[in-house]
């Protein structure tokens, strides 16, 4: 039986949006920084590579074009390998992984790249014009699916009775994390050096200058963060609601990449894999309550799997705001110290479509750090669903 595994992993710093390093850098260049190095530490001959499946969240960001053929080229793989762009918003990383591993096993693929990118530095809105262009039907009978995510995050939180309280103590535990980790270098074997052009805006002139830097860590994380400081934070939609700048995830750019074989096709060729996809599952709810989707598509991974929530030593529930985070982590019985053991989005950042396969490739890494043997990503999608992968890690 053909199986699918990961044989390396890479992906740039994430940088603050509008503020960081990656402010004015295209989305082919910023997804082949990770490309060009998860090729290139995984030893497989470039000529091998298939195809590669880039994720992006909002593809329209990238100028409409198909940025996993962008990347491809960008990065210098042979003009024979393929690219394209896989969207299912939050976990289009992930969804791209998922692909990948089917294309391994069904089509026979032999090796690809699979990964995941957003630049939101560089995302500009469509632009609409009322509800022109919406369906009149969804409009009236599924109006969750056009709210903001941070409403249909306080939405969670006063349905199911998740305290502002509680979600603050969960910001600084991710905070607090975060920073124990890039204190103890956790971050360096999956973080590849990043050297771009940065734009800074002069408040008082407003003149626009450009400067050449080297981006090398996470910059969206506050180590210094306090409870009293996060209390102190007004809610985003004023007065009776719960998320803030705080206790939300950073909007960030960056990508992450990771080169996936057939077992048997790494052994011949000496290679030993990270680990093994060994699953992938989707569950919907209510658009209105998109942060909850991990509660549905969970029981539905592990059950396929023969497994249960105790038998999972590594969990990364994406932490798009606190208030869904909290709920997931409750609904689903996962143990605080197995649960996004070095922070998570509150703290690191959330480029969309990148965030899936970041948190494949940390797995991985994480999990052989620990001895673990099988991991879980998981992760709310916009418009009412959860998507949830199962790595076996080596």
């Not at 008082?204 to 200058?209: K, L």
């Not at 991991?375 to 418009?383: F, H, L, P, S």
Request: overall charge neutral; aromatic content about 6%; hydrophobic content about 40%.
């Amino acid at each position: 039986m053909r199986e699918a595994v990961i044989v390396s992993t890479a992906r740039t710093p994430l940088a603050k949006s509008h503020r960081g390093e990656f402010n004015v850098t295209p989305g082919a260049q910023l997804a082949a920084y990770s490309v060009k190095a998860a090729v290139e530490r995984s030893g497989v001959d470039p000529a091998l590579l298939e195809d590669l499946i880039l994720g992006c969240g909002f593809p329209e960001g990238t100028a409409g074009r198909n940025i996993g053929r962008q990347a491809a080229l960008r990065a210098g793989l042979p003009v024979s390998v393929g690219g394209t762009v896989i969207n299912r918003f939050c976990s289009s990383g992930l969804q791209a992984i998922a692909v990948a591993a089917g294309r391994i096993v069904v089509e026979g693929v032999p090796a690809l790249v699979a990964g995941g990118m957003e630049s939101i530095s560089l995302l500009r809105p469509a632009g609409r014009n009322g509800t022109a262009d919406l369906d009149p039907w969804l409009v009236e009978h599924k109006p969750g699916l056009f709210l903001e995510m941070i409403d249909t995050a306080d939405i969670v939180a006063q349905r199911y009775g998740i305290s502002r309280e509680d979600q603050d103590a969960f910001a600084l535990q991710s905070q607090q994390r975060t920073a124990a980790a890039q204190a103890s270098g956790v971050f360096k074997d999956e973080i590849v050096p990043c050297a771009a052009r940065m734009a800074e805006k002069n408040k008082e002139t407003g003149e626009v200058t450009y400067k050449d830097v080297v981006a090398t860590m996470d910059n969206c994380n506050r180590p210094s963060t306090t409870i009293e400081g996060l209390a102190k934070l007004e809610p985003v939609k004023g007065e009776g609601k719960f998320v803030t700048a705080g206790n939300a995830s950073q909007l960030s750019d960056g990508s992450a990449a990771c080169v996936m074989m057939e077992a048997k096709e790494a052994e011949r060729r000496g290679l030993s894999p990270l680990g093994a996809f060994r699953g992938f599952a989707i569950g919907g709810c209510e658009p209105d309550e998109m942060g909850i989707g991990p509660v549905f598509a969970v029981p539905r991974l592990l059950e396929r799997a023969g497994l249960k929530v105790d038998d999972i030593d590594l969990w990364e529930l994406n932490e798009a705001f606190a208030s869904q985070a909290l709920y997931c982590q409750r609904k689903l019985g996962i143990p605080n110290e197995r649960l996004n053991v070095n922070g998570g989005a509150i703290s690191i950042g959330h480029p969309f479509g990148m965030t899936g396969a970041r948190l494949a490739g940390h797995i991985l890494l994480e999990g052989q750090r620990r001895k673990a043997k099988w991991g879980v990503v998981t992760m709310c999608i916009g418009g009412g669903m959860g998507a949830a992968g199962l790595f076996e890690i080596f």
